[in-house]
């Protein structure tokens, strides 16, 4: 279901050991877009999330190890623009496989390029894809912290599996909300990424739609996310690094500073 406002409605799932298809997700189920409906229970939910973020496009529930198949990301979520000494990864939403195209994309990097990843204007979208891509630049580092009013904080992780063989910045303005949020402060926090732009919008709330007897819907706030140094973004935004004007050139900025950190992880 759809909600109106900066970014579809965020659910937090607990993801219960008993009930596991996904052995590997071990802590929990984030999904963005679901509603979650007494006819729903929290498990086949948490399944259908994961299993989309896994590459099933509808997310069908199995009791038995799920099959996925491959998703193609179209050309509106991540684009990418070349240049000799940085490449720019441009990522309008995270959606289903959005993680494993910028993956693809820094496969063909060059020992020369370093990455402007731009996240203007992107208001979220679905919480496992950008786990996943903060996981392409990290090592087994936090990369965000999930608060909720009725149950114990619960960490989120990087696998482990991230480069640093090359610089990093995030481009981010006020259109940067929710998911892109997490991924922008979580490379921030653990200097990993140099941040260039305008402060983001600051929405990094969880939150969960309820249906009322008279059909009216009630959104209720239910938790945070919150950044790896325990600074909140939800009302508070991204500061970047690289203040830029809104009538500077925020991308030639980015370029500059990508190039220039590069000789430095290259040691050139």
């Known amino acids: 279901?759809?909600?109106v406002g900066m970014v579809i409605g965020d659910a937090v799932l607990p993801n219960r050991a008993s009930d596991s298809v996904l052995p590997q997700i071990s802590e929990l189920i984030i999904n963005e877009g679901?509603?979650?409906?007494?006819?729903?229970t929290l498990?086949?939910?948490?399944?259908?999330?994961?299993?989309?973020?896994?590459?099933?496009?509808?997310?069908?529930?199995?009791?038995?190890?799920?099959t996925t198949e491959e998703v193609?990301?179209?050309?509106?979520?991540?684009?990418?623009?070349?240049?000799?000494?940085?490449?720019v990864i441009k990522v309008s939403h995270f959606s289903v496989g959005t993680a494993k195209e910028i993956k693809r994309i820094l496969r063909n990097l060059t020992g020369s390029q370093g990455v402007v990843l731009d996240l203007r204007n992107n208001q979220g979208g679905l919480l496992a894809e950008a786990v996943a891509t903060s996981s392409l630049f990290l090592e087994d580092e936090l990369v965000t912290t999930v608060t909720s009013r009725e149950a114990d904080p619960v960490?989120?992780?990087?696998?482990?599996?991230?480069?640093?063989?090359?610089?990093?910045?995030?481009?981010?303005?006020?259109?940067?909300a929710s998911s892109a949020e997490v991924v922008a402060s979580a490379l921030q926090?653990?200097?990993?990424?140099?941040?260039?732009?305008?402060?983001?919008?600051?929405?990094a709330s969880v939150q969960e739609t309820f249906?009322?007897?008279d059909n009216s819907k009630l959104l209720l706030t239910i938790g945070r996310f919150i950044r790896p140094s325990g600074a909140e973004i939800d009302g508070l935004g991204i500061s970047p690094d690289?203040?830029?004007?809104?009538?500077?050139?925020?991308?030639?900025?980015?370029?500059?500073?990508?190039?220039?950190?590069?000789?430095?992880?290259?040691?050139?």
């Open 1 to 3: 279901m759809l909600i």
């Open 34 to 40: 679901y509603s979650i409906t007494q006819q729903q």
């Open 43 to 66: 498990t086949k939910v948490a399944a259908d999330a994961m299993l989309r973020a896994a590459g099933d496009q509808w997310g069908s529930y199995q009791r038995s190890l799920p």
């Open 72 to 87: 193609e990301v179209s050309a509106e979520t991540v684009s990418v623009t070349p240049f000799k000494r940085a490449v």
């Open 155 to 176: 960490t989120l992780y990087a696998d482990g599996a991230g480069r640093k063989d090359f610089s990093v910045v995030v481009l981010i303005n006020a259109g940067t």
């Open 189 to 203: 926090d653990h200097g990993r990424a140099v941040i260039v732009g305008s402060r983001s919008f600051g929405k």
């Open 211 to 213: 249906e009322l007897k």
């Open 242 to 268: 690289v203040p830029v004007a809104a009538t500077g050139d925020a991308l030639k900025m980015a370029l500059n500073v990508a190039v220039g950190l590069n000789a430095a992880v290259r040691g050139r």
